[in-house]
């Protein structure tokens, strides 16, 4: 299937975000997909799945979050995710500004819009349904970020969620208190946790700038608790598909 893509300016955050639109064969509206990276920054990874959206007949964006920035040093990348995950509004104005440019988008079906995410792009897509976004669906991958209390009464949607058995981020009293918060709200809500993986389970090595590592290895420095699973990063992303064909 031909897939066209471009990039597509946004201010957001007070920065000028660069995201990646990817559009379907054909000229009539289609469903459609926001996509959030991981803590890092969109990548040429992302932007693949976006791509690989396309080609399933999505209109998709993967969405920029640090103004076309990759962080691959852990410590300055921390340094700006972490002031993020602690202000939803902050969050939620990054979520609205991708959204709008997805919207803005002539083969984008308005009433068929669902988010996921990895990592800060999955909390981001979190905030999208508390803030009452009317998505189709949410999920995220190693984003298990609770909200403000009663908040999740505003998710209109199912609400799909991974996380790797070792992951140190996503412990166990994380996991229990994001699903006891969709539980309460009422969500339509599912967890699944694959065994033996650790954070960002679902994205390959790479190296300094970004690009994956051809050779398996890690250019940058990373966190404890941090490495990749090919099988589960697999079984994650046709876990998402699968979603987004029952939702959207």
Sequence with gaps: MTVTTRSVSHPADGLEMVSHLALPAGDGRRPAVLIGPEG???NAFQRRRADALAEHGYVALAFDIHGGRWFDDPQEMLARVMPLLGDPERLRDIGRSAL?????EPRTDPDRVAAIG???GGAIGLELGRAGVPLRAIATVNGLITGRPGEAANIRCPVWAGVGSED???????????????????????????????????????????SIAADGSYGQTVLPGVGHHARHAQRAWDDVVRLLAECV
């Design 118 to 120: 990895y990592g800060t």
């Design 40 to 42: 890092p920054g969109l």
């Design 100 to 104: 709008d440019v997805l919207l803005a």
């Design 168 to 210: 140190p981020i996503q412990a166990p009293a994380q996991r229990e208190a994001f699903t006891t918060e969709m539980q309460e709200a009422g969500v339509d809500w599912r967890l699944v946790v694959y065994g033996g993986a650790q954070h960002a389970f679902h994205h390959p090595p790479t190296n300094p700038d970004g």
